[in-house]
């Protein structure tokens, strides 16, 4: 059988794992970036990786086998991005009913989660204010942690250089080649045409641009997020922090990294921002709760993050029916899912395997409703 050709849209977390893979698989990879290596959706993550509160059971057992591919995956490579530090959990009163039944299934799933007192998770985690957690109960997630994922993606694409891949950045996809229902390539912005036997959007939250054709579009919610980095010297922070104020972690950089979830702003991707801004300031203001060192400080940087949510929030991974030659690869919590997606795709594309854990993932449950009126 000859080499298969792979081009990869997208030199993120994501594209970056495959790349690794199908190169590794003996496939002739191309990697395309609009921008530099790393810098989408995957340089503005909290990056926990994770498999915490992940629903249905089949996207939580998905996020655990992407945690033990991150701890394979690093000892490969020997690669330094991968933090198992460990998350500590608690709750404000109206979310206690809610932790310890989420708790309760992770732990009946298999998942190592237990409950340790206020003085254990005090012991662990020196600068946390002891008020802020009061008498909620405590969860500690030994196997949890975060990445580096600058040192990630180059890490991976370096490994992936080493077999046979090409990694071409600063040149924006602008089109699709395809003859019939074939895709055979793709058109850079300079104009310079990229032929191979398989083209994979690993393009994030732009998996919906409309460079491409409606058809092959993934469609997309994307939420945002804000991001505050600090510099706080003399205090130190191992584990990654999950609390009813706003998660902390520590960072490769030596800061701090805050972020919430569900913070209600008016930013968007147009806003501009600034370490002075007054949302840093309120973040770092809800930090200060738990580690209260952080009252007097201002943030050094701050990122929104948009959020590469595929249209009813699972991931979307794999071919379009009716389509040949095209394959989507696009999710949230991308992070922890990374590697054992790249592999898992790899295998699908190099050996027309079909991973069973894959099933409920597939893009055709979410396409565009005019292409399903059209295929159905
Ligand atoms: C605030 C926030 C917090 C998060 N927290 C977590 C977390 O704690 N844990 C977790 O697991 N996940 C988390 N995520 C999700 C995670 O960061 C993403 O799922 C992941 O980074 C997606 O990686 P990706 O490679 O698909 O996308 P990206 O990193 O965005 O890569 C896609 C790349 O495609 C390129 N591209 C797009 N269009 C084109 C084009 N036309 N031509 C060429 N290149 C193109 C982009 O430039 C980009 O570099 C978070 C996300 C956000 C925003």
């Not at 191992?238 to 701090?256: K, Q």
Request: glycine content about 10%; proline content about 6%; overall charge negative.
């Amino acid at each position: 059988m000859s080499r298969q050709s792979i081009i990869i849209i997208g030199a993120g977390v994501l594209g970056a794992s495959l790349a690794f893979r199908l190169a590794q698989g003996g496939a002739k990879v191309t990697i395309i970036e609009a921008g530099e290596i790393g810098g989408g959706t995957s340089s503005t993550s909290f990056a926990w990786v994770n498999a915490h509160d992940k629903n249905p059971r089949g996207y939580h057992d998905l996020n655990v086998a992407g945690m033990a591919a991150h701890r394979l995956l690093a000892k490969e490579l020997d690669g330094d991005w991968y933090h198992e530090s460990g998350c500590l959990e608690w709750r404000d009163a109206g979310g206690r009913d809610a932790h310890v039944a989420n708790v309760d299934r992770l732990q009946s799933w298999g998942y190592d989660a237990r409950w340790i007192s206020a003085d254990q998770a005090l012991g662990l985690a020196p600068s946390i204010n002891s008020t802020a957690i009061g008498d909620a109960p405590v969860a500690l997630f030994p196997d949890e942690g975060w990445l580096d994922t600058g040192s990630y993606v180059r890490g991976l694409l370096a490994a992936a250089s080493a077999l046979d891949t090409t990694v071409v950045t600063n040149a924006r996809v602008s089109g699709v080649e395809w003859a019939g229902r074939k895709v055979e390539g793709v058109r850079a912005e300079a104009g310079i045409l990229y032929q191979a036997d398989t083209v994979v959007n690993c393009m994030g939250r732009w998996a919906d641009d409309p460079v491409l054709p409606e058809e092959l579009r993934v469609p997309m919610s994307p939420s945002y997020g804000l991001l505050v980095y600090v510099e706080l010297p003399g205090i130190h922070l191992d584990h990654v922090l999950f609390t009813p104020r706003c998660h902390i972690r520590p960072d490769s950089s030596g800061r701090l990294l805050i972020c919430k979830n569900d913070a209600i702003h008016a930013l968007g991707p147009d806003s501009i921002l600034d370490p002075a801004m007054p949302e840093a300031d309120a973040l770092i203001q809800e930090a200060s709760h738990v580690i209260p060192a952080l009252t007097s400080t201002k943030a050094s940087e701050v990122k929104l993050g948009i959020r590469a949510v595929p249209a009813d929030g699972l991931p979307a991974i794999g071919p379009i029916p009716g389509i040949d030659g095209y394959y989507v690869s696009v999710m949230h919590s991308g992070i922890t899912l990374a590697p054992v997606i790249g592999s898992m795709v790899a295998a699908e594309l190099l050996d027309g395997h079909r991973e069973a854990a894959l099933a409920p993932f597939r893009p055709d449950r979410i396409l565009f409703p005019g292409r399903k009126r059209k295929h159905a």
